[in-house]
């Protein structure tokens, strides 16, 4: 059978973000379609005892520094070695910092399809070194992958833009749980304002902080999230909840479960995502049904279509945005429908596999013999 390194991601299995759902949706599916599949990870974030674990999908961790600036680079590059003395088919790389690292695969004539997430170089949370080697390695993977996947049709435009590549969109998919008729923690259902996000500033985490001050008079927030290392806005979601009743900061949660209760039962899911392509948060959204209010771009437009409603990214259009879904429970219904609609027709995990493996088996038969 054929085989596949997955890499670029935490592991097989992890609970850490998007590219982390996709692999436990995809590895499994590769399995059933033929496909010997390695996931090369962080032996800190792959959940090796978990029970939904597929027990064909090899695990396989690497060394690296496990620092906000080092960690892709240097994590890519020993999974890379490792998969080159492996010795693979083909190669799924997910994130350009990992483009240059692709040299060494090309030179062991491992063909790659690369997920180039979205414009990293633009993420605040970056500074200027950091970013010039997000843009230095993007500008290898245009030069190097041989195949580029991309998550949303804007960001497949912008890379045919800037570098000339074409490519392959697959965006994100999400689960439609059992409907759930009771919210978690004691809430109530469309009750609740919910913000599922890393706390990093293009998130819009510092002015939804702000917004919650407001909000919270009226009703309770939900805060789910983190920096992952800590820091500034941890610190200040950590002093909201503490010095105001009506808001809950549970930290990065990693039970699905308890994250899909949240999302069906909310009255309003803040999304202010601004940089990227499809986000899994707000697919994950949509497949629950959650009424959601959406930062103004492009991307968050192309995703929820006229399933969401619009707000500029200010404090006060948040609070009186969220504040006018939170008081009319027909418009709720009516985006919920929508988004649950959308979500089924444009963003399921069987559509999104479907054109995974389907890219695989071409870049498997152009690989050169």
């Not at 800190?44 to 674990?53: I, S, V």
């Not at 997910?94 to 997920?115: C, D, Q, S, Y």
């Not at 843009?135 to 804007?154: F, I, K, Q």
């Not at 004691?186 to 890393?198: E, N, P, S």
């Amino acid at each position: 059978m054929p085989k596949v390194a997955i890499i670029g991601t935490r592991g097989y299995p992890s609970y850490y973000g998007g590219f982390e759902t996709a692999v436990r949706k995809l590895a499994p599916y590769l399995s059933d379609a033929g496909w010997d599949v390695v996931v090369y990870g962080r032996p800190q974030a792959m959940k090796l005892d978990d029970p939904k674990r597929d027990q064909r999908v090899h695990s396989v961790a690497t060394r690296g520094f496990e620092r906000k600036s080092l960690s892709t680079l240097t994590y890519g590059f020993t999974a890379v070695r490792r998969a080159v003395k492996d010795g693979c088919d083909v190669a799924l790389v997910m994130n350009v910092a990992n483009g240059f690292w692709l040299p060494l695969l090309r030179a062991a004539r491992i063909p790659t399809l690369v997920n180039v997430d979205g414009i990293e170089w633009e993420r605040a949370k970056w500074g200027r070194i950091a970013k010039a080697v997000f843009r230095s390695g993007a500008r290898s993977t245009a030069r190097w992958a041989n195949t580029l996947v991309y998550d949303a049709h804007e960001i497949k435009r912008w890379w045919g833009a800037k570098f000339g590549r074409d490519g392959i969109y697959i965006p994100y998919g999400g689960d439609a749980p059992a409907q759930s008729s009771e919210p978690p923690l004691g809430l109530q259902f469309r009750g609740y304002i919910l913000v599922v996000a890393r706390f990093v500033p293009e998130n819009t985490i510092p002015e939804f902080f702000e917004a919650a001050k407001s909000i919270a008079k009226s009703w309770p927030v939900v805060i789910v999230g983190s920096s992952g290392y800590g820091g500034e806005l941890d610190d200040c979601a950590r002093l909201l909840a503490e010095s105001t009743p009506n808001i809950t900061w549970l930290g990065h949660v990693a039970d699905d479960q308890l994250l899909h209760r949240l999302m069906q039962n909310c009255g309003v899911y803040f999304h202010g995502h601004s940089v990227g392509g499809t986000n899994p948060a707000l697919v994950q959204a949509m497949a629950c049904g959650t009424p959601t209010v959406a930062r103004d771009t492009v991307y968050n437009r192309e995703v929820l279509g006229d399933a969401g409603v619009f707000t500029e990214p200010s404090p006060r259009r948040i609070a009186d945005t969220v504040s006018e879904l939170m008081q009319d429970s027909d418009r709720q219904s009516a985006l919920s429908l929508a988004a649950r609609s959308r979500q089924q027709e444009f963003f399921t995990w069987e559509l999104v596999c479907e054109r995974y493996e389907s890219a695989l088996r071409g870049a498997l038969n152009a690989r050169p013999v």
